[in-house]
């Protein structure tokens, strides 16, 4: 088992692996920038080394800076947590190099799942069922227009490298293909440096269903069943559960096979999520593989009672996953608490935390790294804080979280809380009826916080 774990992150997942860290047994190194010195990650670890100034690519993406810090502790594990250089091929290399161990994907499970074309292919060949598109890279926009014309409009042009809905047109009509073509690779150049493109036939009013897997050195791998992510804005999800309202035990069984089957023809190592477009008739599509731990693990954790963060660990050393697939027996909700103002179109909200009451009792977890006092810097991610739910059933889950968000105050700054405290109270998600449109027709409330 590693002695020693250097936490490649910042924030509240930073915080969260520490304390599976210490749970067992393992020491910890923080790794923080000039204005993260007050972050509770720094104050938790065992040790904390600054690896420079506030912005990301002179500190969290500075691979050189992170592998020194590992030297100078002696850390013999990194876990990079998600963000920043949790999908990074180069940087899981870089530590393979340096006989650090990533708990993470191999640098060539990365590279593979990270493309977006070559993943689709790979899927495709494990049986998978896959968006109907082009096979692999568009060559031309000539081919672009073949490609179009063969999937049948309205198709959905992406960036291969893409990500957050960067590099990502809907086009309803042949006229408009031109421009979102370029519009298209502009963008994804501009923020991966990447201006390679695929298509996909667009799945109207579809649900964003993802399945959670774990997979071991032998190559075996299990599912932890499911998460609903459709309530999203700009691709950003908001909120996230499980099970899903949609969900029948038919389709859970089909999608936890196809996931299974997908992680165990790539030899998947480590946690991993399979993300799948589930349209209104219950047909479901391969979308992508995050090759990390995700955002809204917690809610998994909740349902089938199972430690995400130690589960990464003990793979990463070797140990075999007891190959068991998880149904979940309790309903779980999370809401993502952004600084972000949900009444200015939810326009970042930094600065200094005046006072903070965190809801408590039954059923509630939070996992944030913020307090009173503390100053939210404008350089990183909104999310302050994810505030989950447990029950024995979707309406007692959403209960608990009516009264958590009461209870949560945060002064100093804007949060979503009011925006959360109002989905809860909307007739659709009340009824579980809702896609990843859904934020389309969703209007918020202009009322005051207090």
């Avoid at 979503?416 to 918020?444: C, S, V, W």
Wanted: proline share 5%; aromatic share 8%.
């Amino acid at each position: 088992m590693f002695k020693k774990i250097l936490i490649a992150n910042r924030g509240e997942i930073a915080l969260r692996v520490i304390r599976t860290c210490k749970e067992m047994g393992i020491k910890t190194v923080a790794v923080y920038s000039t204005v993260d010195a007050d972050s509770l990650h720094v104050k938790f670890a065992d040790e904390a080394v600054c690896i420079g100034p506030p912005p990301s690519s002179e500190s969290y993406l500075k691979m050189s800076n992170i592998i020194a810090a590992a030297e100078i502790t002696n850390a013999d594990a990194i876990h990079p947590g998600y963000g920043f250089l949790s999908e990074n091929a180069k940087f899981s290399k870089i530590c393979e190099e340096h006989n650090i161990k990533f708990i993470g994907a191999s640098p060539e499970m990365i590279a593979k799942m990270g493309d977006k074309a070559t993943a689709k292919a790979t899927m495709k060949a494990a049986g998978v069922p896959c968006v109907p598109g082009s096979d692999g890279i568009i060559k031309d926009f000539e081919d672009c227009e073949k490609v179009a014309k063969e999937t049948g409009y309205p198709v959905m042009l992406k960036a291969t490298a893409g990500g957050g809905g960067k590099g990502m047109r809907a086009v309803w009509k042949p006229e408009n293909l031109k421009t979102a073509w370029d519009s298209a690779r502009q963008e994804s150049k501009a923020a991966f440096g990447n201006d390679d493109m695929y298509m996909e036939k667009l799945i109207e009013e579809p649900r964003h269903i993802e399945i959670q897997i774990v997979g071991d050195s032998t190559g075996k791998a299990c599912h932890l069943s499911e998460r609903d992510c459709s309530i999203q804005r700009r691709h950003q999800k908001l909120t996230e559960e499980t099970p899903s309202p949609f969900m029948t035990d038919e389709l859970r069984d089909k999608m936890g096979l196809a996931a299974v089957k997908a992680a165990e023809y790539i030899k998947y190592e480590g946690a991993g999520t399979i993300e799948f477009l589930v349209d209104k008739h219950r047909n479901f599509y391969f979308m992508e593989m995050n090759t990390r731990i995700q955002v809204e693990h917690p809610i998994t954790e909740q349902v089938i009672d199972f430690d995400l963060i130690r589960e990464q660990i003990l793979v990463a050393a070797g140990v075999p996953i007891s190959g068991k697939n998880y149904t979940p027996n309790l309903h779980s909700i999370e809401c993502r608490i952004n600084a972000e103002d949900p009444f200015n179109d939810f326009r970042p909200s930094p600065g200094r935390i005046t006072t903070l009451h965190a809801p408590g009792g039954h059923g509630v977890r939070l996992d944030t790294h913020v307090y009173a006092g503390y100053a939210i810097p404008p350089n990183y991610d909104s999310m302050i804080a994810k505030l989950i739910t447990t029950a024995q059933t979707r309406e007692e889950a959403i209960n608990k979280m009516k009264r958590a968000l009461d209870e949560f105050v945060i002064e100093g700054i804007k949060t979503t809380i009011p925006f959360h405290r109002q989905l809860m109270e909307d007739p659709d998600y009340l009824a579980g009826n809702y896609t990843t449109k859904f934020m389309e027709g969703f209007k918020i409330q202009p009322i005051s916080e207090e």
